[in-house]
């Protein structure tokens, strides 16, 4: 990168806000996909909309890449650096602008946590609905740019049922407002494409999210299930049955074990698969859907059944849940977290299918999921350090995702694209569609600076870029 | 229009499905706004995707432009003819291919109308929620084309809430699918992009819609206000009070009247403003939302109440709502339907100040409309034989639409932009959002075939098309 762009660039943000010693840079050279690791040439952390903006139209002047960046929290190696480029960083602007009780909206930075806006809602009596499990850490920003979900989901929809307006800075570093305070919005529906565009069509530097009222009650039902069949059977006979649960999740053996072990919540040890069931609203309405779901779960077979009566025992029921993922980490050196969905009345036949691949790969697989939307986290344990193992995880993995695309389903429920799932977006959409989404980013993005070679790949017909191809172990990384 | 293209449009829907004689175009000369008026040179009726997939490569091949058109009950021109273009009708794509009760969706045709879904679901216990006023003969393809809404909209969202995939055909007769079964996917949000493009970005010829359950008790509470001020705060206090009603209407003096008059709905002729509060769901729920509704109406300030007994009353009382825009017709000559939306918590000032509009252009104004999402309809009532009364009927509209962009609302709810609104864009998007969305269409129709000259304006440093800068009455119809 030319000295003169450096110095535009602390002409803009000031010099201590950017970084390029090889020390501090070292944070920024991957997500929470750590397979990919590139270190960055250059991180810039602007404070402000126009910052970003006067950012964005010097890196348009001279083509310089920009992969714009949250916490980091990524599963998709989405914010992955490019050699040339400069990794954008949002972190600073991790305001709260306005929270209005009476509007139910809260206006805020893409730098501020996931949970804040729910925390600072809270002495209104509100929260912000989509929790996905990193919401400790995660930024708004980086679940508009993934379209985050959350155990809350199914009940609450996903980012982009949740939010009504953003700011983004174009490529050019032009200012574009999108949505509004009314529920429909003439021109293009540009807040939905943008939520889930993983960084390549813009930057954006302001969110105004719909906040929802803390529900009167909320109480958990954990059902222990001897076959993975009829838990996934329960799922639906409870939706089917009108039932919408706040939360409706599902673990089964490995998952179930490590996580008892770790957070002691009163998991069913013996069980083959567990659900979990949130019910919420007025406290009538919860005692009333309780009895009918504990019926419906009986019913498909249910070999233990146990409601939370306090706030401190559904929130240790939870915490089960939240630390599935790490805990399931201690059973395996390694382990590679899958996202997946599925229509939910495939949930019995494509587990059984995974049970099956993981006996065919002589790996462990263990499944903790948003079962209500159908959304899979198969996590496979492996050990990086065996010869083979690790293209085997790979191999394993793909044929998780080709599974969901079969069954229905799609190749991400959450954790985007990036540049992880590139190769499988060739199994979603044919080339007409593929060559479609590039001429919508080229409409954004002409020069193609926005997060190049992530979330679409070239269409088959006219690829190029083989290194994509590649399976993830021989790929080097991409500054050599 | 050449010979040769006509024969080969014959050769794919067959010449009987090809119409061309003066007396048998004129139903298509105009949608629902048949202020605006254009003879088609031709149009044309498919029967499938793949005709329409043949249609349009042939246009892409000749450049022939292509106006799509659902059942005509549009209220913004975005149907009217373009001279030297194919209207291409929807109407023979009528089939609803299949309604699954255990994954509550149904796959249609565009050309089903919105209240067949319905209709066909009922006996599966499902129902489609989104239910424009002109259900009973608006297409569900329309619906798509507008993102219509409905009066159940502000509990169950509006068309791009209810979809969950579609199949669409680009410019150059390419099929793409998008949306699909679980309920994220991968790739940009070409779903909510497509709702409420207007014709503009594809051809939709496959629907599948969410279906929800009928709830098992409805019930509508009636109330008169002496003041439209304190009905304008009744909505807002039922919904900061945690209650989301199926449907909140808002009528005020002369919808009142006419309505009454027309539907003997048992409507309080004297009220100022009256509200329709319809609450839904189990039974004890429903009771006892009602009982906190009805205490937040009277301490509204509420000067009549009744609530519907029986599913007849339930029905009498929708009747005068539904029938209101005839009913108020026939107070007037003329009348022209405004569809602007603003934050709910504007609504009493918007409302004074659209009534001292009404003073100022000496025009009556009937208000109509979803207050529940601040999506408002006002009537103004005029006489096109009164020299001038429709040039200031236009500039009063204008102004309600001014209003409603300054208020932090937006210039459509559900009606879309088409031609009547073009102009109206620039008081809602700069230049640079303009540009955008010129981009985007470019991206989907570089040859500007699908609907030109609709839903997005010139930017006005860029401007050519002087035309649509004129007010509608000076505007020649674009045949001549």
Redesign the interface.
Known sequence: MDAIIFEALEAIVGSEFIIVDKETLHPYECDGLSVYCSLPTCVVLPASTKEVMAIMALCHQHKVTVVARGAGTGLSAGALPIEGGIVLSLARLNRILEINS???LAQVQPGVRNLAISESASRYGFYYAPDPSSQIACSIGGNVAE?A?GVH?LKYG?T??NIVSLVFI?AQG?????G??????????????M???EGM?GIVTEITVRLL?IPELARVILAGFDKVENAANAV?ALI?N?IIPAGLEMMDRYAIQAAEDFAHAGYPKDAEALLLCELDG?A??VN?QLQLAQALLEAAGASSLRISDSEEERALMWKGRKSAFPAVGRLSPDYYCMDG?????QLASVLAEIHRLSQHYGLRVANVFHAG???LHPLILFDANVPGELEQTEAFGADILRI?VEA???????HG?GLE?IE??HH??ND??LA??L??????DPDNLLNPGK??PTPKHCQEHTVMKQPLSQRGSPNG
């Open positions: 009476e509007s139910g379209n979900g989901c996903l982009v049922h174009t032009e200012r574009i407002d999108v509004g305070k009314s529920p429909d919005i003439a021109g293009f529906d540009f807040l939905a494409l939520t889930g565009s069509l009222p639906n089917s009108g007025t009538d309405d009333h969905t599925i229509p939910r009345r939307d159908g959304n969901c229905g389903g799609c190749i991400t429920g959450e694209v799932k499988q977006m979603q959409f007409a569609e479609q989404f001429r919508v980013k080229a409409a954004f979330g679409i």
